[in-house]
């Protein structure tokens, strides 16, 4: 009668064709991870575009200002002012924390960490469109939403790393490597003042700029 223990040879052939499986099937696996980071990261712009609409109903429409470095004892990133419109127990805290608001980082680029990190990991403002006060230079803004044109083709944030690494969108061509973050199979979420969020690669987003889409008229 034939053993029923697996001879060397057998136990190698399931090993194989184990291995072959997974060499599959793990393509296919980070394909569905990447595609519901993407869909994460778009309900999280979605939320994030709510709070922008939010704070302009309570100030007369102007939009939220990327920053705010004329505070004599703070600097206030955007993130500042829409907080709490994005979570009740959100503070008014200059690096966002990874964990405890998840909605103003893109799941793609987040970390396991539960210390604060630069806002590098935060999406971003568009500066060119939301505007800002700093002491040190001319300020610019803040804007009424109706000064902006139409509001399907101005982008006020999205997936972004400012190139000094505090989460503003500068748009031109010598920022773009920096600023955008093409994290979701070549593409970046960008957050359009009508609130609708769509994903851009490198030659959409330079046709987007050409048409003034990242710039205030």
Partial sequence: MRSK????????????????????LFPALAKVKAKAAQISCIS???????????????YDSYLVMTYNFRSPSRHWFFTSYLGQYLMPSFNDIY????KAYPMIHCPALRTTSSVTV????IYGCNI???????????NDGPF???ALGSPTEKIIGGDASGPDHNAIMHK???????????VHDKQAN?????IHVSGSNVTEVLSMQARNYFQHP
């Avoid at 690096?95 to 990874?98: A, G, K, L, S, Y």
């Avoid at 060119?128 to 040190?136: I, L, M, P, Q, R």
């Avoid at 960008?190 to 009508?194: A, C, E, N, V, Y």
């Fill in 128 to 138: 060119s469109v939301c505007g800002y006060y700093n002491d040190a230079a001319a």
């Fill in 95 to 98: 690096w966002p924390d990874v």
């Fill in 144 to 146: 009424k939403a109706q």
């Fill in 5 to 24: 223990i697996f001879t060397l040879l057998e136990l190698l052939i399931v090993i194989a064709i184990m291995a072959l499986l997974i060499s599959i």
């Fill in 44 to 58: 999280n712009l979605k939320s994030v575009g709510l709070a922008h609409v939010n704070y302009m109903n309570d």
């Fill in 172 to 182: 031109n061509a010598s920022h773009l490597g920096n600023a955008d973050r093409f």
């Fill in 190 to 194: 960008h957050l359009f003042l009508d």
């Fill in 118 to 121: 630069p806002t590098s990991f």
